[in-house]
């Protein structure tokens, strides 16, 4: 099946099976929290409490595991989703699109605000049932919306796998392995209103394309054997998927401090009292970063693009380079003072030889401030990214690396804090981030060595991830080295309707 013609409705549809395993998850979890009998008796005699029964952790395991899949399916998705509903054929278009990646996260954001605010406090302080119902019903109002909105969506018939897809130009571009790609005919079906780029990068998947005899087509032009013959638009679409891992890999470097594991820890041990009977919780420092985040989206969209539009002719807009650059050194800016601020903080209570330091909370915001400031650089352009430099059919598989990339940097972080325990721990020494204790720690170290990774990861981006970033222009497969094979009869030189290769003819020769 052709690959073009998958847009938008495989993300409405992934987003409608999604959402019926969302609500249900979210339901059954509120019904353990409503229904007694489906959860343990409420303890009375600590330690000595009744364990949950094996079908009550089943329900609750289920719920658990629905919740999982809908906010798989619904993450990605809802992302490619919503960018297809801008016409890119135009200025105007493209502008919207790129604002949109930016109220997106902006709406996440405000979402996580209210959810680890109002709702935990609900949850917490007044009814679980009451705390969980209130999503549930947020659910269902939302479900509601985008139900009555079907009518208005873009959205084409979904055919194909992508994945099946990838595995076949792997599987094809092996079988060929040996074959000389110079002076073979390559396939290249015609597709309706698609024009595919061909590249120079990862060459030796070109092999998959070359038409060995002339039996692998049938009378209709087509490919008999999809295992073993793969047109150049899925070849292509594999490469856009390689040519993000490169910024890809930087991004989680830059994800990395947006986990605050360690920021909570030294709110404990500081001085949380604003005034004499109120101490700050030290989870709500986490919103300061959402704060930042959400407060810089809205200055950047509400007031500095009308400004810079009004006083010069330039693109009011900051680059993918530029924003993921800034992204990094914040990061880096942002490891170093928590590094020196912690350092303040550990004397301050070895000298009043105290488990609380008498320094103020207060200190420890600029560190969270900038951890929100990075994720609304590097995390907005990266995905903002993937979604563009990703052919329409593989929107939520742009989406899907992006939420994978999060994850990657959140086991990576623990993956680091583990090895830096062990190698700092030996030989009866006080390790730099173990124990309870962080007054008997050395958590300023750790700090700076996330600072020096970060270096790295800067370095990295400047003078070898950065080459895959491009502007998008038009609606059409992209590339992001703009190098171009030359095409039979072609200059030396070729034009632009030579870079774009002919999808009216079946066969192409490959020099």
């Known amino acids: 099946m052709d690959m073009a013609v998958r847009r938008s409705e495989y993300s409405s549809s992934s987003l409608c099976r999604s959402t019926l395993s969302l609500p249900r998850g979210i339901l059954t979890v509120t019904l353990t929290a409503g229904i007694h009998q489906l959860r343990p008796q409420t303890c009375i005699d600590r330690p000595h409490c009744q364990l949950p029964q094996d079908w009550q952790l089943c329900v609750l395991f289920i719920g658990l595991g629905l919740l999982s899949i809908g906010a798989g399916g619904i993450r990605p998705c809802n992302i490619a989703f919503g960018a297809d509903q801008f016409d890119t054929n135009t200025d105007k278009g493209r502008g919207q699109l790129e604002s949109f990646f930016n109220w997106w996260y902006f709406s996440f954001t405000i979402a996580l605000v209210i959810a680890l605010t109002g709702v935990v406090y609900i949850q917490t302080n007044i009814s679980w049932t009451l705390g969980f119902a209130i999503p549930t019903g947020c659910l269902a109002f939302s479900i509601a919306i985008f139900i009555l909105g079907r009518h208005t969506y873009i959205c084409k018939k979904p055919q194909g796998n992508i994945f099946l897809d990838m595995a076949k130009v792997i599987v094809a571009t092996y079988k060929k392995r040996h074959i000389e790609a110079s002076g073979r005919t390559i396939y290249n079906p015609a597709l309706e209103n698609t024009r595919i780029v061909q590249t120079d990068r990862f060459k030796f998947l070109n092999k998959a394309t070359i038409i060995v005899y002339p039996s692998e087509l049938n009378d209709q032009g087509m490919t008999n054997n999809g295992w073993r013959l793969c047109s150049l638009q899925q070849v292509e679409h594999f490469k856009c998927l390689l040519g993000i891992l490169p910024v890809w890999v930087a991004g989680i470097g830059c994800f990395i401090v947006m986990d605050q594991q360690f920021g909570v820890l030294q709110v404990v041990q500081t001085n949380r009292s604003i005034g004499p009977h109120f101490k700050v919780p030290p989870g709500w420092m986490n919103l300061s970063s959402m704060v930042a985040l959400s407060v810089w989206i809205y200055i950047y969209e509400c007031v500095y693009i009308p400004l810079v539009r009004k006083v010069t002719e330039k693109p009011p807009r900051l680059t993918m380079v530029q924003r993921i650059r800034i992204g990094i050194l914040l990061s880096i800016l942002c490891m170093l003072v928590a590094a ?9 209570a070895l000298k009043h030889d105290s488990f609380i330091s008498p320094i103020s909370f207060v200190m420890l915001l600029p560190q969270f401030v900038l951890s929100g400031l990075n994720e609304a650089f590097v995390a907005v352009a990266i995905m903002e990214f993937f979604t563009l430099q990703m052919p329409e059919s593989m929107r939520t598989v742009a989406g899907a690396c992006f939420f994978f990339s999060l994850s990657v940097a959140n086991y990576l972080g623990s993956l680091i804090v583990n090895i830096i325990h062990k190698a700092t721990s030996s030989r009866g020494k006080n390790s730099w981030i173990g124990g309870h204790d962080l007054n008997e720690n050395k958590l300023d170290y750790y700090y700076y060595f996330i600072a020096s990774l970060g270096a790295l990861n800067f370095l990295y981006f400047n003078f070898f991830a950065s080459r895959y970033l491009v502007s998008v222009k038009d609606n059409e497969t992209i590339e ?32």
Do not use: C, F, W, Y
Request: glycine share 8%; no cysteine; hydrophobic share 25%.
């Open 340 to 348: 020196m601020v912690e350092k303040k903080r550990r004397e301050a």
């Open 480 to 511: 992001m080295q703009p190098k171009h094979s030359d095409v039979v009869g072609g200059s030396s030189e070729p034009n632009d309707e030579e870079k774009v290769l002919d999808t009216i003819g079946t066969i192409q020769k490959v020099t």
